[in-house]
Every structure is written in C-alpha cells, then in structure tokens.
C-alpha cells in the first residue's frame, strides 16, 4: 500500500508558475515509475509526464513538453511538477500515479496507485 498526496496547486494566472509535490505519505516510491496526470473540466485524465525510478529518463506530452519539468527525490519519496509558462488550457486537478516499472507508462489504467489531486486553475 502506497499512499501519495499531492500538493502544490492553486489559482494563478496565465504565464505564472507553479510546483506541485507529491509524497508518499505511506509506503515508499521504491521501484515505481512515477507519473503526472491531469483531468481537466469533461475531459477524460490524461497522462502529462513520467519519469523512472532513477530519474534519468523523462517523457512528457507535447502540449507540454518545454514548459513543464517532472523531477523526484527517492531519499524524500518525493517527485514534483514544475510548471512554467502556464496557459488556461492547463486548468485541471493533477494526479500523481505509480506503477511498477515494467507497465505502460501513458495508460492510467496501469498504475497501482493514485494521490487525491491538487487543483490547478489559470485566470487568462
């Protein structure tokens, strides 16, 4: 049993920043994949970026891709979401997931494990 939760997110405007946490308040992020999700307004959750247990490897979404920089600490059970240059298409609660190494890295169904959310709006 993992339990994570997120942190971080807030009411900012277009062009801000903002880091969302995530922690494994129970358990430990040892050996997972560790991923991003967002699920904006009647929009299914879709997969924003990962990045595997050495951190050495990112992959991120193209609506984000250099603007967005997924980073962790495995001595913190800590990954973050650091966002720059946000756009109001960015407004969703962002999730953080875990699944074991050997699954599918975009596919929400494939993590085990999921934080409550933090949300995110952006005033354009």
């Known amino acids: 049993q993992v339990q994570l939760v997120e942190s971080g997110g807030g009411l900012v405007q277009a062009g801000d920043s903002l880091r969302l946490s995530c922690v494994a308040s129970e358990g430990t992020l040892n050996p997972y994949y560790m991923a991003w999700f967002r699920q904006g307004p009647g929009k299914e959750r879709e997969f924003v970026g990962g990045?595997?247990?050495?951190?050495?490897?990112?992959t991120y979404a193209d609506s984000v891709k250099g603007r967005f920089t997924i980073s962790r600490d495995n001595t913190k059970n800590t990954v973050w979401l650091q966002m720059d240059v946000i756009q109001a298409d960015d407004t969703a609660v962002y999730y953080c997931?875990?699944?074991?190494?050997?699954?599918?890295?975009?596919?929400?169904?494939?993590?085990?494990?999921w934080g409550q959310g933090t949300q995110v709006i952006v005033s354009s």
């Open positions: 990045i595997n247990w050495s951190g050495n490897k990112d």
């Open positions: 997931g875990a699944r074991d190494p050997w699954g599918s890295a975009q596919d929400p169904n494939e993590y085990k494990y």
